[in-house]
């Protein structure tokens, strides 16, 4: 009994030193892995991988999640624009499948400049908040061509290639086919 006073006594000390002696500074942690991450942080460095870092680079020769195709080999020049025109061929068979999809993506992406029929008179260019934009009929168009000004926009058009998946583009491609034989 004696002793457990005097364990009790000193304990009460001990404690009244270390958490009272400095309040800048971080005293005994009871669990520190509460505080401090077992993981090793993004960007810390780690010495599992020889470079000492903990950040790694994908694989070589890895493709990313819905990057299948590969890179788009056309330049965003005039050059690069007729030799799309000429060589670049759809890999896609038509089918209702297709333009239906097209079509729906045309409707989102397109037809506020271009219009449902591909007159070029969109809603934008009704309000005149958007002007040069033609006729699809006026133009030669290839599917190549398309693509192409989907990729990298022509004129006052922007890129779309953001908006749009790959089979996605070309199935506005085979849609604005369609649209100008139509018409
Ligand atoms: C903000 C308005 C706008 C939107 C949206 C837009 N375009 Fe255009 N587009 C234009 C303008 C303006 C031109 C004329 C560019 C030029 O020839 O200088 C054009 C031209 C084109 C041409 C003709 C290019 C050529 O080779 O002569 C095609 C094809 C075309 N657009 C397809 C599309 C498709 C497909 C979409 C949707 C994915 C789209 N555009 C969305 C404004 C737009």
Redesign the pocket.
Known sequence: MKHLNQIVVALVILTSLIACNDKRTRKVQYMPDMYVAVPYEANSVNPVFADGMTDRQPVAGTIARGALTPAYQFEDTNAG?ELAKSTLESPLETSEENLENGKK??AI??A???GKKGGGQ?I?VKREK?L???N?KD?T?TDG??YH??MFG?????S?AS??SDKERWQ??QY?QQLKINK
Do not use: E, W
Request: aromatic share 16%; net charge positive.
């Open positions: 624009y993506m045309y992406y397109c506020v400049c271009h969109g934008l958007f040069g934009v033609p699809y133009r168009l061509s398309i000004v989907i022509k004129g006052a058009m922007g779309h908006q749009l506005v491609v604005v």
